[in-house]
């Protein structure tokens, strides 16, 4: 072989051992670093109107090109907020690092929400030729559900149905899932149970997935629908009703943790873990507030937190604090799910666990400011 291909060979792969150092491969979970998660928190408070905040953020992220995406969502609240001129000068000042598809994608997801109902049959003119030319599949599949939210039943039915299609064809990935939990989040609201649980059936069963799943606990429609059309695992069946034999107990029984193989398909518990059930409960703590049993979910939470459980979760620590961050967050107590990001041992894992947190968090500014204090005590 010639020195200089020996050269090459060489310098490729101190190359790469050098990006993976700096964590430079954000799509690696084990690679996540500070830039990465503080990109994902810019686009998180760029949908909660907190622009200072999301700018300040950006101005500290050093691996430009993680920006992208958040430089779409704030300039599309420039747009919103500030005029066209204010976003184009904007987007001006991004360079390379914008995401166009993002941007044009939102601003028509925007422009159909705002649509009159009485423009249901002039929408396909519209729109259609300027959702045909969008290229990410994740982002095509939410504009035809809007586009089937605002159309007419025939209509409706088609679009919704080229999205559950798109979903269909797609791999599993992360991206998918946030994609399926956005549509059935749609779903939900419009009071379509069909479509829900039909968006959610493509997800990875991962603590995000639950978080949106059990939401269907709320509407008596969509409790019939799932168990006339077996839409969900029969273990979940009649969960509410438990719920309010629980909540009239003094102490909530631990039991119901060995009701859920939940633990038993995660992959972030293993066999050194001396209890599934308890590695259940920061779930049933969310079912518990999704239920509307607020003391219940307060007394899930101190046994979640309690030294005996976290001396306990000590084989599966650091998936342990993830999930139960992930699932404190949806139940709103962001200062619970940020504290247990400070049980991790180290740094790095803190990272990962809030970086499982910023996806969960919802697009308001009292979570996204204790958020945004968290992660920049981390830089």
Request: aromatic share 14%; hydrophobic share 40%.
């Amino acid at each position: 072989m010639k020195p200089k291909k020996i050269a090459s060979i060489i310098f490729a792969c101190f190359a790469l051992a050098l990006a993976a150092a700096f964590g430079l491969f954000p799509f690696l979970e084990h690679k996540i670093n500070w830039d990465y998660v503080a990109a994902k928190f810019a686009t998180k408070a760029a949908d909660a109107g907190c622009l200072d905040l999301a700018e300040k953020i950006s101005n500290e992220v050093k691996f430009k090109p993680f920006l992208s995406k958040a430089n779409a969502h704030i300039a599309l609240y420039k747009l919103q907020n500030e005029g066209e001129k204010s976003a184009a000068d904007f987007i001006k000042t991004c360079g390379k690092n914008f995401d166009f598809e993002e941007y044009n994608a939102r601003r028509l997801i925007f422009d159909i929400s705002n649509e009159p109902d009485f423009a249901a049959g002039l929408l396909k003119i519209k729109y259609e030729s300027q959702i045909n030319s969008l290229k990410n599949p994740f982002l095509k599949a939410v504009v035809l559900y809007n586009m089937s939210l605002k159309s007419k039943p025939k209509d409706a039915s088609t679009y919704a149905n080229d999205a559950f299609k798109i979903l269909k064809e797609l791999p599993k990935s992360e991206d998918l899932t946030l994609t399926c939990i956005k549509i059935s989040k749609l779903a939900l609201d419009a009071k379509r149970p069909k479509d829900f649980f039909e968006s959610l059936k493509h997800c990875q069963r991962n603590p995000h997935y639950y978080t949106a799943l059990f939401k269907f606990l709320r509407d008596k429609k969509f409790r019939e629908y799932s168990w006339k059309n077996n839409r969900y695992d029969w273990s979940f069946y009649s969960l509410e009703t438990r719920m309010e034999m629980f909540s009239k107990k003094t102490k909530p029984p631990l039991d119901i943790g060995k009701k859920f193989r939940y633990a038993l398909y995660n992959s972030d518990f293993n066999g050194l873990t001396q209890n599934y059930v308890l590695f259940n409960l920061p779930l049933v703590a969310d079912i518990a507030f999704i239920c509307e049993k607020e003391d219940l979910v307060n007394a899930y939470k101190n046994i979640c937190i309690s030294p005996e459980t976290l001396k306990l979760m000590q084989g599966s620590k650091l998936g342990y604090l993830k999930n139960a961050a992930i699932f404190f967050t949806d139940t709103n107590d962001i200062d619970l799910a940020l504290k247990l990001a400070g049980l991790a041992d180290n740094k790095h894992q803190k990272l990962r666990i809030l970086n499982s947190i910023s996806v969960q968090m919802p697009p308001e500014s009292e979570f996204v400011e204790k958020f945004f204090r968290a992660l920049i005590s981390e830089k």
